[in-house]
Each structure stands twice: as C-alpha cells, then as structure tokens.
C-alpha cells in the first residue's frame, strides 16, 4: 500500500514561514515526479510546485516563485515545501502528490499518489 502523508500545515501570520513534509512508503519515489498542490475553498485544485526524481530539477508557479523552495531527500522518501513571506492568498489545503510518468507537470490529473493534506492559514 502506498502512502503519502504530509504535515508542518498550521495558522501563521502574513510575512511568516512554514515547512510542510511529505512522508512517502510503500514505494520508492526517487525516480518520480513529486509535487505540490493546493486548494482553497471554491477553487480549483492550484499546481504550487514540482521536483523531478532524476535530476532535481524544479518548477514553480508564478505565484510562489522566490518565496517557495521545494526539495526531497531521495534517502528519507520525503518531499519538503519551504514556505517564507506567506500571504493570506496561499491559505489552502496542500496537497503532495507524485508520479512516474509526469508530461504536464502542472496537471493534477497526471498524478498517481496523492495524500490527504495538510492545511495552511495565513492570517492578515
């Protein structure tokens, strides 16, 4: 059974930081696409950021480039989301989620595994 968890979601105030993890087991992911996502209530599920599996490359949305910084340890099977200069639009349930054969990485619907979320709260 394969299983992603994430957690490091919590309330913080604008201009703060948080670092969301992403447990991974039942496989091992060094080879695949990891990511995150996000959705705030009434929205469409929102690609943050990726990490390919090979060569670490990364990608991020326009809106969380140079804030965000998304990086795994291959050893560990986890995918982190360092979170700095939060603004209340990033509240949202965050989602990691992963797969071996990614072509359009900022479509949710390409991933296999995803988890169950850990939210955000970015107060004003």
């Known amino acids: 059974q394969v299983y992603l968890v994430e957690s490091g979601g919590g309330l913080v105030q604008a201009g703060g930081s948080l670092r969301l993890s992403c447990a991974a087991s039942?496989?091992?992911?060094?080879?695949?696409?990891m990511c995150w996502f996000r959705q705030a209530p009434g929205k469409e599920r929102e690609f943050v950021a990726a990490?390919?599996?090979?060569?670490?490359?990364?990608y991020y949305a326009d809106s969380v480039k140079d804030r965000f910084t998304i990086s795994r340890d291959n050893a560990k099977n986890t995918l982190y989301l360092q979170m700095n200069s939060l603004k209340p639009e990033d509240t949202a349930l965050y989602y990691c989620?992963?797969?071996?054969?990614?072509?359009?990485?900022?479509?949710?619907?390409?991933?296999?595994?995803w988890g169950r979320g850990t939210q955000v709260t970015v107060s004003s």
């Open positions: 989620a992963a797969g071996p054969s990614i072509v359009r990485m900022v479509d949710h619907r390409e991933y296999l595994y």
């Open positions: 990490i390919s599996g090979n060569s670490g490359t990364t």
């Open positions: 039942g496989r091992t992911f060094s080879r695949d696409v």
